[in-house]
């Protein structure tokens, strides 16, 4: 008998589109997403689609299909896990921030905290699905618990890791490169696997689903992620050699890519990466090195996120020194605050820190990115506590016009490369501006002998 019901606990990035996509692609199977978080799950459930508190090309239309049919958001956490078959556990897993391992260790608390309501609600056999991104042999705690403090039932837990990229989640997840599912060697185990392989063989072909065992699948998550932002560090500390002897790093990225051991993605050089997964992942990685005394190792992986800050860092300093090393009560305008484009996600975002150095310099901050609000811009500065509140509240303005964002400031910075900042009218933006008017191009995005031939004095990564 194949899986009818599936439970998924957590509405957030991962697991609100990944049980979209099942369940436009398994009328069969009812799919229940259950989150604490009442605003959020009222946001999925808001009559319109296009108020879902996750931002993502397609996603709305997707949740119209499915939503009411087999697709359901839902505070009721223990009855969607009373109900369900298989238990996809899909919360947040921060970086740690006291205790031992702070500031490098995943923060397990929100997983056990969910062992531990399985434990207690189920009453029949369960398939628990991490998809969280994990620290390898996780899978070994949550069974303890589960087999410790359940009911007598039996649970098979699998790791079967997202690999989306946001901005392109849904593409990512209807067209995958590989799904991975890491299972038990066991009969029992291997059943397990088999039932999450028929549920995607609904529209990814077998030969892209690839099982291996939990720790294999636990630790390919965070060596896919280490590797893919060590290349965007290793870009970014050659943009800067690049700009002391006069190559451009366009065309550095541009040779070196075509070499087909090399290839070209990911070698964008820009002020650094963000997002949730790269630095959390990189840090669980160099924790879990550090543990088993591998201080090599963990130094080898800590220096791409030690050149990341390095990036995001020398791209504020660059910003007041070339603004007469003072930026004091000068108007910089944002564009962009989201850390990528096509996505409302701000986590870890490059433009929070740069704008935090430069907030320190007695800079005004004037901000536009077209899917961020102000309540999620001064939220994400007061979470960095480098000052009052009031201060962030008094030194960031938000617009919903760029035009109006770069009225009267004395710089522009490109922090997010949507595609809409291409195309703007940047004579109208150079006339409102006050003079000489920068462009600071942290996303080498635009055309910057084009600007300079309106007046701008450019300057971009790596060049």
Known sequence: ?????????????????????????????????????????????????????????GLSDIVKEARGRNLFFSTDVEKAIDEAQMIFISVNTPTKTYGKGKGMAADLKFIELCARQIAKVAKENKIVVEKSTLPVRTAEAIKSILDNTGNGVKFQILSNPEF???????????NPDRILIGGDTTEEGQKAIQALVDVYANWVSEDRILTTNVWSSELSKLTANAFLAQRISSINAMSELCE?????????????????????????????????CFQKDILNLVYIAKSYGLNEVADYWEQVIIMNDHQKRRFSNNIVKTLYNTVSDKKIAFLGWAFKKDTNDTRESAAIYVADDLISENAKIAVYDPKVSRKKVLADLDYLQSRAADENVNSVLSFENPYEACFNAHAV?????????????????????????????????????????IGFVYQAIGS
Do not use: H
């Open 413 to 453: 910075a490109i922090l997010t490369e949507w595609d809409e900042f291409v195309n703007y009218d940047w004579q109208k933006i150079y006339d409102s501006m006050q003079k000489p008017a920068f462009v600071f191009d942290g996303r080498n995005i635009l055309n910057g002998s084009d600007l300079e031939k």
């Open 1 to 57: 008998m194949g899986i009818t019901k599936i439970c998924c606990i957590g509405a957030g990035y991962v697991g609100g589109p990944t049980m979209a996509i099942i369940a436009q692609k398994c009328p069969q199977i009812q799919v229940t997403v259950v989150d604490l978080n009442e605003e959020r799950i009222a946001a999925w459930n808001d009559e319109d689609v296009n108020n879902i508190p996750i931002y993502e090309p």
């Open 164 to 174: 989306l990229a946001e901005g392109t989640a849904v593409q990512d997840l209807l």
């Open 244 to 276: 002391k002897t006069g190559a451009d790093v366009n065309e550095v990225a541009r040779a070196i890519g075509m070499d087909s051991r090399i290839g070209p993605k990911f070698l964008k050089a820009s002020v650094g990466f963000g997002g949730s």
